[in-house]
């Protein structure tokens, strides 16, 4: 294969997975735990699916520029913090449902060591999720990922890899996928998701 038709791939591969993403969420189905069968997680009746502290695998390098044009790397910014990394677009109606609930667990969690981060994907452009953001007072930081690329290779196989737009995947204080959710979130649901690794020693 020569070197230029390896990127084109890549991009390719982006993209399908990214169609895949839209599908599976913005047209109603709720998605299912996936990676693999050899998995070691589980999902609740509410949709969220946690990992048991022993077998939490870390991501892929997750980092990039984001939507305001500055550097963000996940690992390095964010080391010995939980992290609540939720996928969205400014065109996704379940996206606009549950970003009210995501600014205010934001800020209200903020103090306790929990930082939040968007990987927005799909919008053509960075003024798409800017005014997003404006809208629905979002403060934390968004990665800007047009294609997808963060959101498929961040996350390994067999683990709670984002499979819907919205999906929220949350980090803990290693830096360990420890819980997903494939659905629009409210407070109740991010509280339940985060409140346990806040609590983890």
């Given at each position: 294969?020569?070197?230029?038709?390896?990127?084109?791939?890549?991009?390719?591969?982006?993209?399908?997975?990214?169609g895949?993403?839209?599908?599976?969420?913005?047209l109603?189905?709720?998605?299912?735990?996936?990676?693999?069968?050899?998995t070691n997680?589980?999902?609740d009746?509410?949709g969220?699916?946690?990992?048991?502290?022993?077998?939490?695998?870390?991501?892929?390098?997750?980092?990039?520029?984001?939507?305001?044009g500055?550097?963000?790397?996940?690992?390095?910014?964010?080391?010995g913090?939980?992290?609540?990394?939720?996928v969205?677009?400014?065109?996704?109606?379940?996206?606009?449902?549950?970003?009210?609930?995501?600014?205010?667990?934001?800020?209200d969690?903020?103090?306790?060591?929990?930082?939040?981060?968007?990987?927005n994907?799909?919008?053509?452009?960075?003024?798409l999720?800017?005014?997003f953001?404006e809208?629905?007072g979002?403060?934390?930081?968004s990665l800007y990922d047009?294609i997808?690329?963060?959101?498929?290779?961040?996350?390994p196989?067999?683990?709670?890899?984002?499979?819907?737009?919205?999906s929220?995947?949350v980090?803990?204080?290693d830096?360990?996928?420890a819980a997903?959710a494939?659905?629009a979130?409210n407070?109740k649901?991010l509280?339940?998701?985060?409140?346990?690794?806040?609590?983890?020693?």
């Open positions: 294969m020569s070197l230029s038709r390896a990127p084109r791939t890549a991009v390719t591969t982006a993209l399908f997975a990214v895949v993403l839209t599908l599976s969420a913005c109603g189905d709720g998605g299912v735990s996936g990676g693999g069968s050899n997680f589980v999902t009746s509410g969220i699916s946690t990992v048991a502290k022993g077998d939490r695998k870390a991501p892929n390098k997750i980092a990039g520029e984001t939507l305001h500055k550097p963000l790397d996940i690992a390095a910014d964010y080391k913090k939980v992290v609540v990394l939720n969205w677009g400014s065109w996704c109606a379940p996206c606009r449902a549950e970003a009210p609930h995501l600014s205010k667990v934001a800020k969690l903020k103090p306790k060591g929990v930082e939040f981060v968007g990987l994907t799909q919008d053509k452009t960075k003024g999720g800017i005014a953001e809208d629905y979002i403060e934390f930081p047009p997808g690329k963060l959101v498929v290779e961040g996350f196989k067999g683990t709670l890899n984002p499979q819907a737009i919205p929220t995947v980090l803990d204080r830096g360990k996928i997903r494939l659905m979130l407070e649901q509280r339940k998701m985060i409140d346990p690794l806040v609590a983890e020693k």
